[in-house]
C-alpha cells in the first residue's frame, strides 16, 4: 500500500508540483523583467525630457503599464497551473460568460470607471505629481489608474476618487503653487534684526522683516518663488507662542524644494540669529487651494 502511495506521488504528484514551481518562477522572472524594462525606459526617457509636467507623465504611463503586465501575468499563470492540475476550463468559461451576462449589469460602475480612467490618462488631464483638485477636495495626485485616482490632501489623508465619479479636475501644474507658512516665536524672544544692533523681535515689524529677509534668502539661493513672499504681522496666540504666516507662491515643478528644504532653513536662520523654536514647535508648511482658472 506504501509503495502505491509511492509510485502515485513520483508519477503524477511530484511532475506536477515542479511544474507549477516553474510557471511560479517563470511568472516572477517575466514581471521582474517587464519591470526593469519600464522603469529603465522612464529613467532614460525623464531624463531626455526638461519639462516636469512631461516627466510626470511619462511616470503616469509607465506605472500604469506595469500595473496592467502584473495582472496579465497573473491571469495567464493562473491559467497555466489550473491546466496543470488536469481542470477542464472549458465549464468553467462557459458558466462564466452566462454568469457575467448576468453580473455585467451590475458593473455598470466599473465600467464606466474603467473608460473615464482611460481617457484621463490619454488626455494626459494630470498625472502623479501634480497638484490637483478633484471634487473640491485639494492635493497632490500620487496615483492614476484606470478605475481610481488616489491623492493626498494637505492634511495627509489619501483620497480615492473612481474615475468615473470625478465630475470636476482642475489642474494646478501649470500655474503658481501656493503654500502657507507659519514660523512661531516664543514671547520673550529678543535677537539682532536686519542691523547689527540688537532689538527686540516683539514688534510685528521686525518679525516680519526678518521671516521676509529669509524668505529673500532661500528665493536667491533656489530661485522657486513666482512673486514676492507675502508677509503677515506677527499675531498673538493664546498658547506659548506667537507667530508670523507668509503666503509662497511657488513656480510649479519647484515645490519639492520648497516641501523638503524650506521649514528646516527658516529654523536654522533663526537659531542663527539667536531666536530658536519655542520648544514643542515648528516651522509650520501647508498647501492652499488657488481659485480656479477663468474661462
Known amino acids: 500500500m506504501t509503495d502505491r502511495w509511492v509510485n502515485i506521488l513520483q508519477r503524477d504528484v511530484a511532475p506536477r508540483a515542479i511544474a507549477i514551481v516553474f510557471i511560479v518562477l517563470l511568472a516572477w522572472l517575466a514581471y521582474a523583467l517587464i519591470r526593469r524594462a519600464l522603469l529603465g525606459t522612464m529613467h532614460a526617457a525623464s531624463g531626455r525630457v526638461e519639462d516636469p509636467a512631461h516627466r510626470q507623465r511619462i511616470a503616469t504611463l509607465v506605472l500604469l503599464l506595469l500595473s496592467i503586465a502584473k495582472?496579465?501575468?497573473?491571469?495567464?499563470?493562473?491559467?497555466?497551473?489550473l491546466q496543470k492540475l488536469d481542470l477542464n476550463l472549458y465549464p468553467v468559461l462557459a458558466g462564466a460568460g452566462v454568469v457575467g451576462l448576468a453580473v455585467g449589469f451590475g458593473a455598470q460602475n466599473l465600467v464606466r470607471d474603467v473608460v473615464s480612467g482611460f481617457f484621463i490618462i490619454m488626455e494626459g488631464q494630470y498625472a502623479v505629481g501634480d497638484l490637483v483638485e478633484i471634487?473640491?477636495?485639494?492635493?497632490?495626485?500620487?496615483?492614476v489608474g484606470l478605475r481610481i485616482t488616489r491623492i493626498r490632501d494637505p492634511n495627509g489623508e489619501i483620497r480615492h476618487f473612481p474615475n468615473g465619479s470625478i465630475t470636476t479636475a482642475n489642474n494646478y501644474v501649470q500655474r503658481h503653487i501656493a503654500y502657507i507658512v507659519t514660523v512661531p516665536f516664543a514671547r520673550d524672544a529678543t535677537s539682532p534684526s536686519l542691523g547689527q544692533e540688537p532689538a527686540p523681535c516683539s514688534g510685528p515689524a521686525g518679525a516680519a522683516d526678518l521671516v521676509k529677509s529669509i524668505l529673500n534668502d532661500f528665493d536667491r539661493e533656489f530661485q522657486v518663488f513666482a512673486e514676492q513672499p507675502i508677509v503677515g504681522p506677527l499675531e498673538e496666540l493664546s498658547t506659548y507662542a506667537r507667530l508670523v504666516r507668509a503666503e509662497l507662491r511657488c513656480i510649479p515643478g519647484r515645490q519639492s524644494v520648497v516641501e523638503q528644504r524650506l521649514p528646516g532653513r527658516v529654523a536654522a536662520a533663526l537659531e542663527r540669529v539667536g531666536l530658536p523654536l519655542p520648544a514643542g514647535a515648528d516651522v509650520g508648511l501647508a498647501l492652499r487651494a488657488l481659485p480656479p482658472q477663468p474661462h
Not at 471634487?135 to 496615483?143: I, Q, T
Open 71 to 81: 495582472y496579465v501575468i497573473i491571469f495567464v499563470a493562473a491559467l497555466m497551473i
Open 135 to 143: 471634487n473640491g477636495a485639494f492635493g497632490r495626485v500620487e496615483e
